[in-house]
């Protein structure tokens, strides 16, 4: 066990994932949740993953030692004020949001003086969302991001450290304008991306909505499956992460325009040496472990 107690404040994908793996490998003496839907919170009754459901997040940190804030970043300030009065001294809030520079502006006002605030990012997840779609091996193998500010307790940072190592991550630290601008170029452009073509398929007239379901090669399969990932959240994280995104934009806008223009004047040859390139970073993702070379990608699509 690391945390006597847990609170759980918002009950989604991340949030059972964590609960799941904390009572497989015995982390929390018990486990405390809240959300804003009343549905949600009857769901995580019937489900079992939380010791006690709550009907307000003050109700749920009460005397928690851990206090983990899942819920869309642009939620992150009033949840935190509610919570603030009542958390205990000593105690660990961190949070599961993928933009950090704007969750420490929302959330750090609110902590009183003894409570650690160590933002995190576990960089985890699926296409499903929801109180039944977690499992306790979404964190294998995958990475967590810690991002503490200057003066942050340094046991306060190694035990949040241990827990998630405990559950199957590897962990790291970094600066919070820097996780800002990597996840930018990582995951927050890529989806930004994959809702765009998406959405210039059910646009282009010319293609039926058959023909866009029927014929999916696996590029736009992978587009589809991305471009089902909760709204509210991304819709968030753009407005959250707006410089590093539109910085990374820029720069995706002048590699397109390159493309475009090797494409229109036939210069194979500069199309070869980029693909050739950007294979290389394929093969180092596959090689540090973070997806397989299997022919489906390893996501076992059943036919």
Known sequence: ???????????????????????????????????????????????????????????????????ILAVPVGAMADVSREIGPHLKPG???????????????????????????????????????????????LF???????????????????????????????????????HDLVLAVTSHCPHL???????????LRRVTDSEVIKYSAAGFRDFTRIAASDPTMWRDVFLSNKEATLEILGRFTEELFALQRAIRTGDGEHLFDYFTHTRAIRRGIIEAGQDTDAPDFGRGVKR
């Open 1 to 67: 066990m690391i945390y006597q107690r847990v609170a759980l404040i918002g009950l989604g994908l991340i949030a059972s994932s964590m609960a799941h793996a904390m009572r497989r490998d015995g982390l929390a003496g018990s486990i405390a949740g809240t959300a804003r839907s009343a549905e949600t919170r009857e769901i995580a009754r019937e489900i079992g993953f939380c010791d006690d459901v709550f009907d307000t997040a003050a109700e749920a940190v009460a005397d928690a030692d851990l206090i």
């Open 91 to 137: 105690s660990t809030v961190t949070d599961v949001g993928s933009v950090k520079g704007a969750v420490i502006q929302a959330v750090s006002p609110h902590m009183p003086h003894g409570v650690h605030f160590i933002p995190g990012h576990p960089l985890a997840g699926t296409e499903h969302s929801g109180p039944r779609s977690g499992f306790a091996e």
């Open 140 to 178: 294998e193998r995958r990475w967590t991001i810690l991002t503490p500010v200057e003066g942050t307790d340094e046991e306060a940072v190694a035990k949040l450290r241990a827990f998630w190592e405990a559950i199957g991550a590897h962990v790291d630290t970094m600066d919070p304008d820097h």
């Open 193 to 203: 991306i994959a809702y765009t073509m998406v959405g210039v398929a059910d646009d």
